[in-house]
């Protein structure tokens, strides 16, 4: 995905960053990511760094960028997340400036590795930190609808286009969004990407797809992830058993949730850019398998 560089910012975007981050001799393009906008890294003249995001006002993905920064005004000062330095919305852009998170690398999720139970463990303190939801957060519905109205799409064409729509069917029957209710503050899209493993702690990163819900839906969107990291479906659950939230989710609505996941990275794996295309479609495999795990014990 091409990104813009910080030499495309305007002047006065760039010279409103160094007032609150200092002089920056050298801008770095993050690698990876799928989040539209610009994402650099700032060294400044002794060493300091920045992430800096930003993102034009009237692009499509900007709406993302705003609920970020709502997650950045409003995280409890314990949750193990970047700090906010600076925000602002000027001369046509959402700018963003964070501390950087030195000494990490991305979490290990395959079995065996000792990221496991310090990911697990992370969970289950967000789930507690974050309720009740600090006020003003989006409705997990608001990311849930889009999910709902792509599935529907998927199951509108003809059969041979989508392997086992039976099961997809199934477990969509009686799926009810009004399940997914809480008074949580959900990160929503935790992934090996989101998660940052320094000496001393992990790191959730990324709060786009912030959302109150119910307590928890973190760990059902983390199943999916485990598995395609190499877990077997019941290995995963039993990974999650540990966390107290997990117990009191419904099996209906797990089921439905799997599907819905699923079936939005097989319209990704089919029709998303070709970047991204073989690593949706082994995310796929991978949620349907949990998601046919959930349909044998319903």
Do not use: C
Not at 94 to 99: A, G, I, K, N, P
């Amino acid at each position: 995905m091409s990104r813009p560089q910080w030499e495309d910012l305007p002047a006065s975007v760039r010279d409103a960053v160094q007032e609150h981050g200092g002089p920056v001799v050298k801008a770095e393009t993050a690698a990876g990511g799928i989040m539209p906008g610009l994402a650099t890294i700032l060294h400044g003249e002794a060493g300091e760094r920045f992430f800096l995001k930003a993102i034009e006002i009237g692009d499509h993905g900007a709406v993302l960028h705003q609920r970020e920064r709502w997650a950045g005004l409003h995280l409890p000062e314990q949750v193990p997340a970047p700090w906010m330095v600076w925000n602002s919305s000027f001369d046509g852009w959402h700018v963003m400036l964070w501390d950087y998170i030195a000494d990490a690398r991305h979490a290990d999720l395959s079995p065996g590795s000792p990221d496991l139970a310090k990911v697990v463990d992370t969970v289950g303190m967000l789930g507690a930190w974050l309720t009740p939801s600090p006020d003003g957060a989006m409705l997990v519905q608001t990311n849930i609808e889009p999910l709902l109205a792509k599935a529907r799409h998927m199951l509108a064409k003809p059969s041979g286009e989508l392997p086992d729509r039976d099961a997809y069917e199934r477990a969509l029957d009686g799926f009810d969004v009004a399940a997914l209710r809480g008074n949580t503050l959900l990160h929503y899209d935790l992934s090996a990407g989101n998660l940052l493993i320094t000496p001393k702690q992990v790191y959730v990163i990324d709060w786009a797809f912030a959302a109150k819900g119910a307590s928890w839906i973190d760990a059902a969107m983390l199943a999916p992830r485990l598995i395609q990291a190499g877990h077997t479906p019941e290995q995963t659950d039993v990974l999650l058993s540990g966390l107290v939230a997990w117990g009191s989710a419904p099996r209906r609505a797990v089921t439905g949730l799997a599907a819905l996941w699923t079936l939005f990275r097989i319209y990704k794996a089919l029709h998303g850019p070709a970047g991204v295309r073989d690593d949706r479609a082994r995310a796929a495999e991978a949620g349907k398998a949990w998601m046919d795990y959930w349909l044998s014990k319903n």
